[in-house]
């Protein structure tokens, strides 16, 4: 078993298991999600762990230039990781027994918090399986 990142809109695979949206607010992306939930028959994801997002303050700062993804990390680590290490403890746990995927909006994994999401359950269960798109 293990833990998977990935954008969004991608094609759901039965080896994404539980599908976790972590983004704060999916409301305006459901309606750009709704053709391809159409599309695949199913919904997006299956859970949504909008506590494990940016604030909308750090996205906004970090999108429009105002940071940079350096000091992005550690404020994304103050903010959620630090705050939410219980929630993230026991993802890590259960992505041992059942494959779980980290989903959001960002295109690639280099800088986004998925990524770092999934790093930081590594460093919980040392064993744990990435794979991060």
Not at 93 to 107: D, K, R, S
């Amino acid at each position: 078993m293990g833990l998977k990142t990935k954008k969004m809109n991608l094609e759901p695979c039965n080896s994404d298991g539980s599908r976790i949206c972590v983004m704060r607010d999916v409301r305006s992306y459901n309606r750009q999600l709704k053709p391809f939930q159409e599309k695949f028959k199913r919904p997006m994801y299956d859970f949504h762990l909008k506590n494990l997002a940016p604030s909308s303050e750090l996205l906004s700062s970090y999108k429009r230039g105002i940071i940079s993804w350096k000091d992005y990390i550690p404020i994304f680590k103050e903010e959620v990781l630090d705050t939410q290490s219980d929630l993230i403890r026991m993802l890590a746990f259960y992505a041992l027994v059942n494959n779980i995927t980290f989903l959001c909006t960002e295109g690639t994994p280099d800088k986004c918090h998925r990524r770092l999401l999934a790093e930081e359950c590594k460093k919980y269960q040392p064993n744990l399986s990435l794979v991060i798109q």
